[in-house]
């Protein structure tokens, strides 16, 4: 019976923290959201996700490296968190002879489609930006393809010390999120298109 009891407790803990977990993130997409609407300039998009994925979803890093068109190197363009700035020295390229060519955030650029880590430390030895994430002591992370005109041009990529933070019902948070993110990005590039096209016809 007293088994039974701890049993149950220890359930009841585990659904609580996951009802936690998963109203941070509702919380991070709502304040995206909110962001995305007020804000139309890219880099400044950029910089507010950032700022809402740690203080509202209580991620501990998050940044967002950015394709430059012609290019194959990942650009970061912001980042927000303790440890970000290690994390974004890190170079990154879509090239296939690149030393950290198998690893998350490549593997989303490539593929188009979210990729999870819950055991950094399972890939630190083979792509450095795993290792310095482990040092700062993040156990997970995911990286968010950011999409324009169905190509992928930038990635968001969030880091938490929790272990296996992102379950099955995050994950789908996080496809929403980097489904809007795109949405707006989408928006940004054609109106800053269609504002030179104007700016040339005058």
Sequence with gaps: ALE?????????????????????????????????????????????????AVEHGELDVAWIGYLEAGSSDLVPMAHYGEGSEQLIRNPHSIRSDDPGYQ???????????????????????????????????????????????KQCVGVLVLYTAAAKFFTNDELQLMNELGRDLSFALNFIEKEVFWILIRMFEL
């Design 103 to 149: 690893c998350m955030i490549n593997d989303a650029l490539r593929e188009k489609r979210v990729v999870v880590r819950n055991d950094l430390a399972a890939e630190a030895y083979v792509h450095s930006e795993s290792a310095i994430a482990v040092s700062l002591g993040y156990q997970s992370g995911i990286a968010i393809p950011l999409l324009v005109d």
């Design 4 to 52: 039974g009891f701890i049993w149950d407790i220890t359930e009841r803990k585990n659904q609580e923290q996951k009802i936690a977990r998963l109203n941070r993130v509702y919380a991070l997409l709502h304040e995206i959201n909110n962001a995305i609407v007020r804000i139309h300039d890219r880099d400044a998009l950029f910089w507010e996700t950032c700022r809402i």
